[in-house]
Nanobody, 120 residues
C-alpha cells in the first residue's frame, strides 16, 4: 500500500492544521499507522500512532494534548489534527504503516511527506 501525506502549510504559532494520510493500492484498514516528522537538522521521530481499528492511540510527550490522531477506514485514511502549533513543530511530516502495535516501528517505504512550517 502506498501512503501519501498532505495538508501541510505555513501557519502561525497557536494555529491548527489537519494532515491527511491516504492509502492507495491496498486497504489501509488492516494496519496500524503512525505519523512521523523530521525537523531541519534532526532525525526522523515518531509523533503519534493509531491501531488498525482506531481503538488504541499513542502520542509522544511533546504533542500529547495538542495533537489527535484518528482514522476513517471507509476512506482509507488516517488524520492528524494538530492544535496549538509551536515553532518546534516545524518539520516534514510523514505517515507510514507500522510493523505491529507493540514496536510501533515503521514498515514500508516513505512518501514525500508534507511540510509544516510554524512561524513564531
Amino acid at each position: 500500500v502506498q501512503l501519501q501525506a498532505s495538508g501541510g502549510g505555513l501557519v502561525q504559532a497557536g494555529d491548527s492544521l489537519r494532515l491527511a494520510c491516504v492509502g492507495s493500492g491496498r486497504t489501509l484498514s488492516a494496519y496500524p499507522v503512525g505519523w512521523f516528522r523530521r525537523a531541519p537538522g534532526k532525525e526522523r521521530e515518531s509523533v503519534a500512532a493509531i491501531s488498525w481499528n482506531g481503538d488504541s492511540t499513542h502520542y509522544e510527550p511533546f504533542v500529547r494534548g495538542r495533537f489527535t490522531i484518528h482514522r476513517d477506514n471507509a476512506k482509507n485514511a488516517v488524520y492528524l489534527q494538530m492544535n496549538r502549533l509551536e515553532a518546534e513543530d516545524t518539520a516534514v511530516y510523514y505517515c507510514n504503516r507500522l510493523l505491529d502495535w507493540h514496536s510501533r516501528a515503521p514498515f514500508g517505504s516513505w512518501g514525500q511527506g508534507t511540510l509544516v512550517t510554524v512561524s513564531s
